[in-house]
């Protein structure tokens, strides 16, 4: 990323660079991974293991002060899935996971950018990439037209990455991404998807989980916890063999950050899709957020600081675009169609 900020020299009347305002962040991640699964079945009995070893090079360099921070590790991932068939349409499944989630560029590059005069928002290549432990078990009921999956799961998470709002002086408040100790969260999950009569297509999904943080290691003591939960729904309308009518919603409740909280969200989109041509072209029109609803608010309420955030976007947006497909249609066709939910 590179960034070149240039001032008048009042003594010489020339342009120079000014180091307070110019970003050269080079970032370089080098993974070097070594995997294999092994997949049986006995009978009603299935098995599939894998395991994963993955050594990652993470080098940052800001180029205008010369600083070079190395962050390097090896991982080891194992993963197990067995499952077990009561009958043709009813399974019982137990898995375990360990994932990871690695840091982006933006969230390393420690040039500091002015939100306005009294916000800075600052990366810190010192970010270390967040651990994932899962345990889940679960119960699918599977037909021709319905698919049903309850799990009820178990998630530690260590090291995750987590913004941080802290007193930089006394009027400008500095927000950077730091690693938490650890969150853990168990939760029930339940998944619906079925058919009916090939026109509507239904996909309902939930998570109830309850979450405790330990954020020690930012500098608060006590642990937090709360129950929590979020669905989302999507359903399909096949109008005609070429016409499909879609409405999406997703719902969040209030959730906890080591800081404070955020608050409920909530989103609506619709969209038309019109195919011609034997499927080589389509219309579609799409609405994000119908009821101009989608909200992102976040409380900070700690001893040092109490802010109240909420960002939003202007106004919905509408989208109408027109597709051909040139060629001979190998790939799956595209049916779900998406929307723009970005702040």
């Known amino acids: 990323m590179n960034f070149l900020g240039e001032a008048l ?66 991982r080891l991932y194992p993963s197990l899935h067995l499952s077990y068939k009561l009958s043709e349409n009813h399974e019982l499944q137990l898995n375990y996971s360990h994932r990871i989630s690695r840091p982006e560029g933006d969230q390393l590059n420690p040039f500091p950018e002015y939100q306005d005069p009294y916000n800075l928002r600052q990366g810190n290549p010192k970010l270390k990439p967040a651990d994932i432990h899962s345990i889940e078990t679960g119960y699918q009921y599977k037909n021709k037209n319905v698919t049903f999956l309850s799990t009820v799961y178990y998630r530690y998470l260590y090291n995750g990455m987590t913004s941080i709002t802290r007193y930089m002086n006394d009027t400008v408040l500095l927000t950077t991404t730091e690693n938490l100790s ?5 939760g029930l999950e339940l998944v619906l998807t079925t058919n009916i009569n090939n026109l509507v297509n239904l996909n309902l999904s939930t998570n109830t989980y ?28 096949n109008i005609t063999k070429s016409t499909v009518l879609q409405i999406t919603s997703n719902y969040i409740a209030r959730r906890l950050t080591p800081q404070g909280e955020m608050m409920p969200s909530f989103v609506m989109n619709t969209g038309f899709r019109q195919e011609f041509l034997k499927g080589k072209a389509a219309m579609i029109i799409t609405v994000s957020d119908i009821f101009n609803s989608l909200r992102n608010n976040s409380v900070i309420d700690t ?14 947006i509408i989208y109408a675009g027109f597709t051909y497909v040139f060629g001979s249609q190998n790939k799956k066709k595209e049916t779900q169609i998406k929307y723009d939910t970005q702040f």
């Open 182 to 186: 650890k969150s853990q969260s168990i």
């Open 210 to 237: 309850y979450n405790t943080i330990d954020a020690s290691s930012l500098g608060y003591s006590s642990n937090k916890s709360t129950v929590t939960w979020s669905a989302n729904l999507s359903a399909g309308v």
């Open 303 to 316: 001893p040092e600081l109490y802010q109240s955030v909420m960002r939003r976007r202007s106004a919905r």
């Open 9 to 74: 020299n009042p003594v010489t009347h020339l342009w120079e660079n000014d180091i307070q305002k110019t970003n050269q962040f080079i970032y370089s991640t080098d993974i070097h991974v070594l995997y294999g699964t092994f997949e049986k079945e006995f009978g009603r009995f299935g098995f599939l293991g894998g395991f994963r070893a993955e050594e990652a090079l993470v080098n940052t360099r800001q180029v205008p002060t010369d600083t070079k921070i190395h962050n390097n590790y090896f």
